[in-house]
Each structure stands twice: as C-alpha cells, then as structure tokens.
C-alpha cells in the first residue's frame, strides 16, 4: 500500500481520525488520535510527542521524540469509524530510531537476517480469561473445561467475533477453543514470516478481544495466574529460521533437526534464566511457573513433551516448512517486540557458538523428584521476579541484544517493582500468621 492508497480507502470509508499507536517498555499499547487532514505532515515529517510520559523513554530533560508511521500496518477498527497505523519511535530531525523503543529493536534485528537473505518465523499462542462481575468480585464467566461446547463454553461467540475482527485487521486467525481452566480461551492465529508482524498482532489480538469482551460487559485478564489453584495464561512460541526460503532447523538428507536447530535449542537453553525476564516480566508470572500445571520450569528440550521448556511439535516432524521449536516459558504480559528478540538473540547465540544442548527429554519431568533432577543435571528457571532480573543483570548477551538504553531501564523498573512487592502484606499472610 502507498499513501494514495491509503488515502482513497480513507476517502471511501469517510475516516475523519487515524490513531497513531506504539508501545511502552512493558509492551502496553499507546496512542494518538490525530485528524486525517494531518496525515500528509505526519508521514513526511513524523509527529512530535512528550517521551519523558512513557515508561521506558526518556527524561523530561530530553523529552522531545517523534511518531514515524509504517503505512504497511494500516488497518481499520472494525469497532470505530477510524484507522490504526503502527508507528516507530524516532529521534525529530533526523528520524533516526530510538534505542528505547521497542518495535524499533525488534525491527533492526529483522533487517539483520534480511541481509543476510534470512527470516525468523514466529507463531504465539496467547490465552486468556473471560471474566464477569459478581457481587463485585471478578470470577470466570464460565465453568467450561479443555475444548468444551456451550453451555459449558460461553466464549463462543466473542472467541468467533474477535477473530473476525482480527482477520479485518490483517491477523488471519485458524483455531478457537476453550482452554483447561474455567474461563480460559485461545485464538491461535497463522504463523508471520516476520516476528515483526507477528509482535504487531499480539499486540492486536490483545486489544481486539478486550474491546469485544467489555461491549459484552466481560473483563478479560491476560494474567499468567489469576487464581489459585486453577491452569494459568501462557504464551507458548513457536519460531523458526529461514534461509533462501529453506527451513535452517531441518536437514533434508535426515529429514530430521539439523545442527543449527540443535545449537538454536542450546542457546535458547543456555540463556533460558535471563529470558526469563523478559518473557516471564511480572511477579504473577512466577505463580504460573510451577509443576503441575502444563508450565515449564525445568531447562530441557524434548520431541512432542510438554514438560520441557522447549519442545519439538510431534504433529509433522517431517515436514520441512512444519518442522519447529516451541518455546513454552512466555506468558501474555510479556512484551512481544523484546522477547521476541531475546529469543532471537539467545538462539543465534547457540548457532555462532556451536551450543550443544544436552540430551532431549522422553519421560515426564513432573514425576521425578528434586534429587532426580540434579542427578540428571536439570536445572530450573528462576523461582521470582527478583531471581530473573539477577540472571538477567550476568547475561551480556541478552542485555546488548536489549541495547543499554532499555536493559538498564527494564532491570531498573523490575527491581523496583519486586521491592514493593517483597514488603507488600497479602491477605493470606494476615490471616495465617494474625494469631501467632
């Protein structure tokens, strides 16, 4: 699409106002609504905005950055009578990116492997809770289990709705269902050739499905655990390399993995701990990480095993263009553009260096005991937030794939955040120890 283009679909659609939309360092959507009248200026120019009001950007000594709009990620909101453009973070004058915006990083790494004649695949499974109102308390919309139909799923037809809406914004979804816990749901959508793309629809499906779901007046939490006891929100990714067009993780005289997709896993494996951080970013996300519930915890890889940290989908092994790794750590509130990175950065990593995982996982890591795994030599993620961001803080690969600008911000910010959260009382402590 060229901006004549877009300027006729506006025309014939009357749009009066287009919303300029970016994102912060957690990955939360922002945006500005501007008058179609300003377009022309703002593609040629960019438009100007206060940084220092944006987690993660600058100082208010220095507050001065400028919207740059990808015209390829225009689309309509099927909700409004107005459009989206996705934007780049730039420095005014020069148009230069900027270090701290997070598309921007993502966005330089793609263009890496381009030159290079490469392309990362990656494919989210983002799940959710539907919630409702009782009494003023919160509480699964439903009681509907692991693929359920209504009456017990009651998510159909904002699940159908919202991947209707997901399709007119350019994010082609294939499989709805409900999830395990009661409440839960999943829209799987396609497989972008560009984590760039695929970054942009999480950050669509999000929006898309906590605007169906509040017109219906549901709450929805992307929460990695919302309540106890009960399966939590994960956003199990699966990536690939592609060189030429040639899947890089398969090997056709094996028809098997090939070397670099086994050095690709012993990268991801080796710098799991400080991924972590980034893919697992809040103190909920260490409730979800536990044994039990379909989470992975220990550092493993394995063929179809779903208590491994990495798995190699079963389905079509044989497949060249089928043939990937699923990466089952991430969870919803992640943000997509840096953990997308850092699992880039993590598996090229393991390629340059030649990283030999260990031996794949066949059995079921649930079952065996502590003891057992360290005899194994299985390690496990970090157990909290205050443990991810040490790991984090000791990888030097990770954090130069983050750029100094945002790793010291991040670690800044989640340091913070899991002080507040060590002296915060719960109710569950004021209960249990009020009598002691």
Not at 137 to 145: A, E, I, S, Y
Not at 174 to 181: D, K, N, Q
Request: charged residues 30%.
């Amino acid at each position: 699409m060229d901006k004549e283009q877009l300027k006729k679909i506006i025309k014939e659609k009357n749009i009066k106002y287009v919303r300029l939309q970016f994102v912060d360092m957690l990955g939360i959507p922002k945006n500005f609504s501007i008058s179609v009248d300003l377009l022309d200026s703002v593609f040629e120019s960019g438009m100007g905005f206060d940084s220092s009001s944006i987690k993660g950007f600058t100082d208010i000594s220095n507050s001065d950055s400028v919207l740059v709009p990808d015209i390829k990620s225009f689309r309509m909101i099927p909700w409004l009578d107005e459009a989206r453009i996705i934007c780049d973070v730039c420095y005014p004058t020069t148009l230069k990116p900027f270090e701290g915006d997070p598309r921007s990083l993502l966005k330089r790494e793609i263009e890496k492997l381009r030159e290079e004649n490469m392309d990362f695949y990656v494919g989210p499974e983002v799940e959710f809770h539907l919630l409702k109102d009782v009494n003023g308390k919160l509480v699964p919309h439903d009681t509907g289990g692991y693929a359920d139909f209504s009456p017990l799923d009651l998510g159909e037809e904002i699940r159908n709705k919202a991947g209707l809406y997901m399709q007119m914004m350019g994010v082609r979804s294939e499989i709805t269902h409900h999830e395990v816990g009661a409440g839960q749901h999943e829209i799987d959508f396609r497989f972008k050739e560009s984590a760039l793309e695929a970054a942009d629809d999480v950050i669509t499906y999000k929006q898309v499905v906590k605007n169906i779901a509040a017109k219906e007046g549901l709450t929805v939490t992307y929460m990695p655990k919302p309540f106890y006891g009960e399966a939590g929100n994960g956003m199990h990714c699966h990536q690939s390399l592609f060189k030429n067009s040639r899947n890089v993780f398969y090997d056709p005289n094996t028809k098997n993995l090939s070397d670099e997709g086994k050095w690709y896993i012993g990268g991801i494996l080796k710098h799991a701990k400080a991924i972590t951080a980034i893919c697992s970013p809040s103190v909920n996300s260490y409730k979800r990480l536990v044994p039990g519930y379909e989470a992975p915890v220990y550092i493993s890889w394995g063929w179809a095993n779903r208590t491994t940290l990495v798995r190699i989908p079963g389905y079509d092994p044989t497949n060249e263009k089928a043939l990937r790794i699923e990466l089952r750590s991430p969870d919803p509130t992640c943000n997509p553009y840096l953990a997308f990175t850092a699992m880039l950065k993590a598996g090229l990593d393991g390629i340059e260096n030649q990283i030999e995982p260990p031996e794949p996982v066949d059995y079921d890591l649930f079952e065996l005991s502590t003891d057992e795994l360290e005899e194994r030599g299985i390690e496990t993620l970090p157990t909290n937030l205050g443990e991810a961001i040490n790991e984090l803080e000791k990888d030097k690969v990770i954090k130069d794939a983050l750029g100094s600008h945002i790793s010291n911000k991040y670690i800044k910010h989640k340091k913070k955040v899991w002080k507040e959260y060590s002296m915060y009382v719960t109710d569950w402590e004021f209960k249990t120890y009020l009598k002691y």
